[in-house]
């Protein structure tokens, strides 16, 4: 059974770092189309980050382009989510998503069959 494990979250001040993970099971994450999401309170999930096979090709949101890393490490069977200069708006639930090749659309929530349960990040001004 393929699941996603997410951790790493937390509450920080404006301007601080995270690093998100999600341990994948069940599954090679390598060969997968990986992407973090965000839910911000009251809001509709939005697609933050994605990787995507079989070079690794990584897209961004414009919100979080420069200031977010997403990788994946193959040993481990995780894809990460390095979060820099945090800001307030990026509070929300984080949740990884994982989808066989083809992936129709990376950025479209509906597009992955795989999700974790989320891990809260709070953003303080």
């Known amino acids: 059974q393929e699941r996603l494990a997410e951790s790493g979250g937390g509450s920080v001040e404006a301007g601080g770092s995270l690093k998100l993970s999600c341990l994948a099971s069940?599954?090679?994450?390598?060969?997968?189309?990986m992407a973090w999401f965000r839910q911000p309170p009251a809001k509709e999930r939005e697609w933050v980050a994605s990787i995507s096979p079989p070079f690794d090709r990584r897209m961004y949101s414009d919100s979080v382009k420069g200031r977010f890393t997403i990788s994946r490490d193959n040993a481990e069977n995780t894809l990460y989510l390095q979060m820099n200069n945090l800001k307030p708006e990026d509070t929300g639930m984080y949740y990884c998503?994982?989808?066989?090749?083809?992936?129709?659309?990376?950025?479209?929530?509906?597009?992955?069959?795989?999700w974790g349960q989320g891990t809260q990040v709070t953003v303080s001004s």
């Open positions: 998503a994982a989808e066989q090749p083809p992936c129709r659309a990376i950025e479209d929530r509906y597009a992955y069959h795989t």
């Open positions: 069940g599954f090679s994450a390598s060969y997968y189309y």
